[in-house]
């Protein structure tokens, strides 16, 4: 069985700096990888994804994520934060059989 | 382009009560997939459906069931509601080959 862990449940971070999200996954091959954002109250929005290929991959507002295999991680990270990043940060694995296993998920406090 | 769309938005239901839930996948997808997402939790994977048919399931009791509708939209009905079953309820829409998936607001179930 595969599983997603997110071992950060809660970062705090000044806006204008840097963040970066944990998410290490247990499975045999090369997973689907994803990382989705939720504001309070609200569905999941898509940030990005990994299908195979290059391991670095762009995402929207700003967010990429690294893909190591020898390591099993899928790391998000943000140069600079705003504070309308403040959210829950959930990553998300596939292995090709159309449903995903999500981690528990890292909520993001931005501070003035 | 209208994106996944679910009705309602909060319910309140008692125990040992019955639920439909609807959900209307993005524009041009075929493939409907229900999570629900405890408090605090990432979201379970309930069931897929494709081509008007369960396609996958998760560990989840017969008392969750669906279904898929020729326009694609479909229902999740919960029947013998427990307290447990209280949660944000996600639909998510993707192509019938694709793993990724697009979320929809959810529905708040609570069961008193």
């Known amino acids: 069985a595969q599983s997603v862990t997110q071992p950060d449940i809660h970062i705090t971070v000044s806006e204008g700096a840097s963040l970066e999200l944990r998410c290490n996954y247990s499975?045999?091959?090369?997973?689907?990888l994803f990382w989705y954002v939720q504001s309070p109250g609200q569905g999941l929005q898509l940030l990005l994804k990994y299908f195979s290929g290059d391991t670095l991959v762009q995402g929207i507002k700003g967010f990429e994520a690294e893909f190591k295999r020898s390591q099993s991680s899928f790391n998000l990270r943000k140069p600079s934060v705003h504070w309308s990043d403040a959210a829950e940060y959930f990553c998300?694995?596939?292995?090709?059989?159309?449903?995903?296993?999500f981690g528990a998920g890292t909520t993001v406090t931005v501070r003035a | 382009d209208a994106g996944v769309t679910q009705s309602p938005t909060h319910l309140i239901k008692t125990r040992g009560q019955q639920v439909t839930l609807r959900c209307s996948p993005k524009?041009?997808?075929?493939?409907v997939s229900w999570y629900q997402q405890a408090l605090g939790q990432g979201p379970q994977f309930i069931f897929q459906?494709?081509?008007?048919?369960?396609?996958q399931r998760g560990n989840f009791p017969d008392r969750f069931s669906g279904h898929q509708f020729p326009n694609y939209s479909s229902e999740l009905n919960v029947n013998a509601l427990l307290l447990g079953d209280s949660a944000l309820y996600l639909c998510?829409?993707?192509?019938?080959?694709?793993?990724?998936?697009?979320f929809g607001p959810g529905t708040r179930l609570l069961v008193l």
């Open positions: 998510a829409s993707s192509l019938s080959r694709s793993e990724t998936q697009y």
């Open positions: 524009s041009g997808h075929d493939t």
């Open positions: 499975y045999g091959a090369t997973p689907y």
């Open positions: 459906y494709y081509e008007e048919e369960e396609r």
């Open positions: 998300a694995v596939g292995r090709g059989d159309y449903k995903l296993s």
